[in-house]
Every structure is written in C-alpha cells, then in structure tokens.
C-alpha cells in the first residue's frame, strides 16, 4: 500500500535544505510523494534503496529526484503530477495497489470518469510518459502499447473546442501603449508597465522571456531624418531553448527605436526605470510587483496580474469576445509581419524560430537578425505613415495609389467597425473542475505552506481560473495583503488550503 502524507512528509526538512525557488520546492515535494507511495516500481527508487538503508534514502531519493528533473521548467513539473496524483488517489480510495502501471487499470479509470475536460485523458497519458522517461515508472509506457487507452484518449480530445488563438494588439491600442510611457500624468508604475508590454511587441517576445532580459543597451544614431537605431539585450533562458545547448546561450534581443509615435519611448521608458532603482546590476525582473507601500518587489509579476494590467491599460474588459493577455504582445509584430508580406524566413526569425538546417548558419553568421530588422522597421514607418493598415480587412491592407491618405484612413474605420460589430464570443467547452486535483495533491502529498501563511485568523481567497491563493488584508475583506481588490473573479475560502499553491508572490514573501 502506499505511504501516508506523514511519512512522505519527512522528505520537507532536505528540499528546504536545497537552493531551490519555493515553487520548484514545491514541484519536487510533488514528485517525491509519487516515488516514495512504492519505491520498487521507480527506476531511481530502486537505485536509491539498493544504495543505501531506508533512513539514508529518503534524503538521497530528493537529492535524485532533485537532480532528475533539473532540466525540466518548474511550471512542467507541477502540470504533469497534477495527473499522476489525481490517478493515485482514485485507486488509493479504492484500496488498490496502482503502482507499477498496469494497462487494465488505466483503462478502467479512464473509462469510469464522467464530466472530464477533452485533454484530460491526454494529460494522464502525457504524465506517465514523462514518468516512464524521466523517473522510470514501470508501465509509464502504457499509452504506447494499448490501442484502446489511446482511442479513448483520443476520442476526448476530438471534443475538444477548437483553437482561439490570444488575437493580436492593434495600431490603436499600441499607440495607446506609447502615449502612457510619454504620460506624466499617470504614475510612474502604469508608465514602466507599459513600457514593459511595448518591449514584447516590439521585441516579439513572450512574457516569461521578456522577464529575464539583461544588459539593456541602447544603440541609437540621429540623422537627418531623425533618430535611429536599436535597444539591445540578451534573455537568458527561453521557451525555444530546448536543447542543452540552447539553454546555455544567450538569446540577442534586438528593438527598433521606431515607433508608431514621432517620438520614441524608449529613452524616456529607461530614464522611468533609472529613477525607479532598476537598472544596473539590482536583482528585478524587467517587471517586477509594485509593493503596497510604494516601491518594487524583487519577485516577479505573475502572468495572470500582468494580463489584468495590460488589459486594464488598454481599457479592455477580460471577456470571451476579446481575449487579450500577454502572448497578444509577441503575436502583434508577427501577425503584422505576415500581414505586410514579409516571407516566412523573415517572420520565422523575427519570433527566435529556426528550422534544422538554419542552426549552423546562425552560429556562425553572427548577425542573422539584421536583415529581417530592417523589413520589420520598413513595415513599421508604413504603418506610421498611413501606407500600411494591419488592423483592416484584406483587402484593405495597403493603400490603393489613386486614393488620398485621408480616404483610406476612413475606408479603414469603417472595415474595423463592421469587423468588430459582427465577431461573437464562444464558451468555454473544456472548463475542467481543478477541486479534484487541489484534493488530490492535499490528500496524498500533505501540507505546504510558505512562512508567515499560519496567521490567527487569516483569510484567503483563490481566483477562479489562475487557482492562486491571495490572504485578504484586513478584517474589511475588500483588498488583498498585495493590493488587489476583492471581486466576483476570486472564492473566499473558508477554510485555509492545506495544501497553499499557487500562491500570490505580493501576498505571500516566500
């Protein structure tokens, strides 16, 4: 039978031990509660236990574990136990051994469970992969060799709802980006936030990329037609560095100076940040939490607040008719790319993308970006100079050269008011229930808590959607410890998790 939460529990004293973040901790503590429910059926729990006694191996199995998994993203780790954990849970409850992976019993769970999201079979399946592969679980590798657990999977992922990909920021809302940073009127956090979105349009980055950018150089040159040139930088770690190799290289970022507005906003948006404390060598992230009492934290903005921020800047309601999050800012340039005729070369490049046979040719050619830069600041002055409307319809994208700039400007409000007028919202089809995860990983791998969350008669709230965990600030129970408010989108939990992840970086300093 598998371990009780107490005695999978004695594994927390070593992760704290270790120099981990609080949300990787977290993830291991996740997988090490898998192992340890039967250390026979793990390729690395037979490793450790023929290594050692049991009293040594618990604190090798993290240290294994630990090791195993370094080269996996912390956000992979938690989406593929959540699976695991859910599966044995069902089979714990029914007082069933369910480790190692056996094919009738994978079928039989699959086929016992009512109202699942379309990807939830998949995502099983995916995480007994992961497991065979990584960990070694024996019959990990159960989707491979079953038709039947295959078609079934298969079968719920077909109902599915299709893809409604994050659309991209117009010309409008860019500008309207731009005119913040130069805004002195507003506060200096809503003007460095936008600076901020303005770096991943025109760096064509994600959210988590445009994060770990360092060593901002600015290159410009002025000339007789203005100032021209570039913001450079480097990103550490990437989504597309998948390769060992890749997550040891810098990935150059390179942003156009030119703007949709006369005047850059570049300058003034790193003049915001020098006066702000962050720049040099300060250990921010390019967006960090603003405190509630004024200044930045060192933790970073969760991509669900920054989402709320840029859409709160915009002036956009977050509704199922108009979907803008962060992936908006690095599909605009790219959606505008493919709009404009740029190739696929130029496009692929331009979003740090590389087909096989291009790798060599990008180690050695040093400065493969430069050519596709120039088109996406030829693309850019079109826009600005009424030649280019990436916000129109088809037909019309470019200006025909017997209508007036003006004309076209008009023809072009016109498509974008008929456009919007007849596009229509979808629900949701896959809203899956994440209680039964929550109780899963709360029953099997025990309490976790970050310090200062054992307060007398605290109160907490989780989102609906993101799942994270804020602390309600006062007895009011109007605003969270990190400044947000108390809405609809947010349950008051009555009673606190055992189990605290997600957590809210401003709530909670762990």
């Known amino acids: 039978m598998p371990c009780l939460p107490d005695e999978a529990s004695a594994s927390d004293q070593r992760l704290w031990q270790e120099k981990l973040s609080w949300e990787r901790k977290c993830a291991c503590k996740k997988w090490c509660t898998l192992v340890l429910m039967k250390l026979s059926a793990w390729a690395i729990g037979r490793s450790v236990a023929s290594s050692s006694g049991m009293q040594l191996a618990r604190g090798s199995l993290v240290e294994s574990v630990v090791d195993a998994l370094a080269g996996k993203a912390t956000a992979t780790l938690h989406g593929r136990a959540g699976p695991l954990l859910k599966y044995a849970k ?36 995916i995480s007994l992969s992961f497991a065979f592969h990584i960990l070694g679980l024996s019959g990990g590798d159960v989707a491979s060799k079953s038709g039947r657990i295959k078609g079934v999977s298969d079968a719920h992922y077909a109902d ?112 915001l940040r020098h006066q702000s404390g962050l720049h040099g060598g300060q250990p921010f992230p390019m967006l960090p939490s603003p405190q509630l009492g004024g200044g930045w934290a060192r933790m970073p903005l969760t991509v669900s607040a920054a989402a709320d921020w840029l859409r709160s800047l915009l002036k956009v309601e977050s509704s199922a008719r108009d979907r803008l999050a962060t992936h ?19 496009g692929r490049l331009l979003g740090y993308h590389s087909e096989g046979r291009d790798r060599s040719m990008l180690t050695y050619s040093r400065d493969a970006i430069s050519a596709p830069l120039r088109k996406m600041v030829a693309m850019i002055k079109a826009v600005k100079d009424g030649k280019f409307f990436p916000d129109s319809t088809r037909s019309g994208y470019f200006v025909p050269d017997d209508i007036p700039a003006e004309a076209a400007v008009q023809a072009q409000d016109d498509d974008t008011e008929s456009d919007t007028s007849s596009s229509r919202g979808s629900a949701s089809e896959e809203d899956a229930n994440p209680d039964e995860e929550e109780t899963a990983v709360s029953e099997l791998v ?28 006062d007895e009011s129970g109007l605003t969270f410890t990190c400044g947000r408010s108390v809405n609809n989108r947010y349950i008051i939990l009555l009673t606190k998790p055992s189990f605290m992840h997600p957590i809210c970086s401003g709530c909670f300093r762990t």
């Open 446 to 473: 025990g309490k976790w808590a970050p310090t200062g969350a054992e307060r007398e008669g605290q109160q907490y709230a989780r989102h609906r959607v993101s799942r994270c965990i804020h602390s309600i600030s």
């Open 328 to 346: 908006s800012c690095k599909a605009t340039m790219l959606s505008m790319a493919a709009k404009f005729g740029l190739d696929h070369g130029t």
């Open 160 to 271: 599915r709802r299709k893809l409604v990909q994050r659309p991209p920021l117009t010309a409008d809302q860019i500008l309207m980006l731009e005119k913040t940073v130069h805004d002195t009127a507003r506060t200096s956090y809503d003007r460095i936030a936008s600076g901020f979105f303005l770096v991943l349009i025109y760096g064509r980055l994600r959210y988590s990329d445009g994060l770990q950018l360092v060593d901002l150089q600015l290159d410009i040159k002025e000339t007789e037609f203005g100032i021209t040139g570039f913001l450079e930088a480097r990103a550490e770690r990437t989504k597309t560095s998948v390769t060992l190799e890749r997550k040891i290289r810098f990935l150059p970022v390179a942003i156009p100076v030119e703007a949709l507005m006369d005047v850059s906003w570049i300058p003034v948006w790193l003049e």
């Open 90 to 125: 069902f089979w714990r409850d029914r007082g069933l051994d369910f480790f190692p992976v056996q094919e009738d019993m994978v079928y039989q769970y699959l086929k016992a469970q009512s109202n699942w999201a379309p990807t939830a079979p998949r995502s099983l399946l």
